[in-house]
Structures are given as C-alpha cells and as structure tokens.
C-alpha cells in the first residue's frame, strides 16, 4: 500500500489497478499516510491558504430530473424560489464587504434564466466588481450558450460530471445521455473556462471500480476545479432510503485527485459538513483548499434543498463568514483574500489581477 501511495505522490498517476487496490484495502495507517502525503502536495502548490467562494443560490426551479436531487421538477413539495435581479446584485455587495472575491451562481436548470437573463446579471456583478470572479454553476447548454455566457465576462464554470460511469450516469438520470454531459465539459474547456468537473461518493450501485473510472477520468480532463462530496438521500426522492456516503471514503477520494491533480482547486463540500460537524475541516485536511459559505439571503436556503440535513441554512452571511474562517483558523489554515485562481491558470494570466485584503468591519456587517 505505502509503495503506490509513494508512486503516485512521485508520478503523480497510478496504474488503475493499483488504484483499485487502494480503495478496496486501505486501513487507518495507510489512510494516514495517504493524507499527510495529499497534504504535502497542497502545501508545496498552495500552501496553507483556503479560497472561499460566496455562493448565490439563485434559483432552485429545474427542469430535469436527477434520481439524487431534492430539487427535480417533479417534486411537488418544493416551495421554488428565483432571485431577482437586484436580490443577486445585493448578495454581491455584501460578498464582497465580506471578502469574497468570487461569486458562484448556483442554480437548477431553469428555462427562466435564459442567455439574456444571466448575461444581465453577469455583466452587473462585474460592472460592480470587475477584478472579483464568477463562477457558473448552471447544469448543461450548448455551446453557443456557454460561449455566450463566457465572453460575457464569466471566468469559470462548474459540471459536475457526478460519475464516469455510463450505466450509472444514465440510471440516475433518467432521459439523459451520458456522452451530453462529457461533451459539455468538453466545450468548456475548449471555451478557455476556468471549469469544474466532479462526482459523488458513495452513490446507490456505485462500486470501487466505478470510482476508479472517476479518478481517471479527471486525470484525463484535467479540470482547474473539482467538486467531490458525499452522496445524501433526499426525503422526496426515490433514493431516499439508501444509506449516505460516508466522511472516510469521501475524504480519501479527494486525497487521491490531490495527488493525481496537483494544482486542483478542491472544494472541502457543505455535504462534508452536513454528514459530520468537522467534515469540512477534514476535507481541508485531506487536500481540500476550498470552501463556499452561503451568500444567498436566509428565507430562500432552506427551499435550496439538493439533499436533506444541509447546514448553516439560517445563518446570516457575515455569520457564516465568520464560523468558517474560525473554523479555517483552528484546523491550521489561512484564508486568503483573492479570486483564488487555479495556480496553474494563473501562470497562465499572469495579467489578471490576485490581491490580497483585509476586511473592513466584518462584525458591522449583518444580513442584507
């Protein structure tokens, strides 16, 4: 087990069934090892700064209807919500007293918000904030529309692919074809995104061998970001009654893609934290170097409901703020006050502009 931990910290790849190996036998020594190794690797290309993103849940409409999703449309139960324009802009003002340098515009896929509408609302985020980035997380669109959307002025874009496997992909999602979704991310790519790719751990069918097929399919991609949490069952869903993924297995997931990909931004999720009270702190501690406190206003979080237990969805946004950074503090890390760029991008852009600032009466700064 320590020999292809080490070959794969040295190489950073590993055969697939080596790989394989690892997820079907790793024990508390060798889980150690691997994370203080992912640790190493976060620390050589980041240090020990964690990036938080103010996430803007802006609308929980969507069309499709993701077996996982507490927020598919055919879910009667949900009470759905859209922000208005200037609620989105008043979520930005106060993201950015905060310290939040990017924003991420998360939503279901809502036929409302059509190229018009979130060319609006990126264009008035950056007429305010023009060196804070934005990130999109909008679910699949041609690409003429992510095109669109990108010369716009949006700078990153997340997809999660959710799992590389086909057979599972298309049982989760019913009417939906595998290949679409890869061909998205692949457009984004090519677009010159900042782009995310991701999955779940711990999904009903999944099989070791099935996350292994993810690993090598983000090594391939190579995305600049990388969301991976744990799967939860939502009450209204017909997946409601299989067992949740778990904190162990989630956390040597993304130990694992700190290796494979180096200069990943890797996101410690809220689901982390929704299925332990220091799952973020672990997800941080396992080579996790993002976090994405909620921005959206406090009536509407709890109707953003993608699975059940979600925290932190009654606190204010400075008091959300100030629970993860001290919580940030406490496992050893540092916040840093940028866009939190890709490192590698950034190499890249060397033009684009990285600051680093204090926050201004964060304690003055309560609600909206």
Sequence with gaps: MKQYID???????????????????????SKEYLVSKAHEIRMRTYGNKVFMRGLIEFTNYCKKNCEYCGIQGRNKNVERYRLTYDQIMECAKVGDRLGYKTYVLQGGEDPYFNDDRIVEIIKGIKSLFPNNAITLSLGERSYDSYKRLFDAGADRYLLRHETASKELYEWLHPGEVFGDRIKCLENLKEIGYQFGAGFMVGLPRQTKADLV???????????????????????????????????????????????????????????????????????????????????????????????????????????????????????????????????????????????????????GILGF
Aim: glycine share 8%.
């Design 213 to 363: 097929k993810d690993l090598r399919f983000v090594k391939e991609i190579e995305p600049h970001m990388c969301g991976i949490g744990p799967f939860i069952p939502h009450a209204d869903t017909k997946l409601k009654d299989f067992t949740a993924g778990t904190l162990e297995d989630t956390t040597t997931i993304l130990a694992l893609v700190r290796l494979l990909l180096p200069n990943v931004l890797l996101p410690a999720t809220t689901a982390l934290g929704s299925i332990d009270k220091v799952g973020r702190e672990k997800g941080i501690k396992a080579g996790g170097n993002v976090v994405m406190p909620n921005l959206s206003p406090t009536d509407v979080r709890e109707k953003y409901s993608l699975y059940d237990g979600k925290i932190c969805t009654g606190d204010e946004a400075a008091e959300c703020r100030k629970c993860i950074e001290r919580r940030i503090n406490n496992a050893g890390f540092e916040v840093a006050i940028t866009r939190g760029d890709n490192v590698k991008w950034s190499q890249d852009n060397p033009d684009v502009l990285q600051y680093d600032s204090k926050i201004v009466d964060i304690n």
């Design 7 to 29: 070959e794969l910290y040295e190489n950073n790849d590993l055969g697939d069934e080596k790989l394989l190996y690892i997820l079907e036998n790793i024990d508390d020594n």
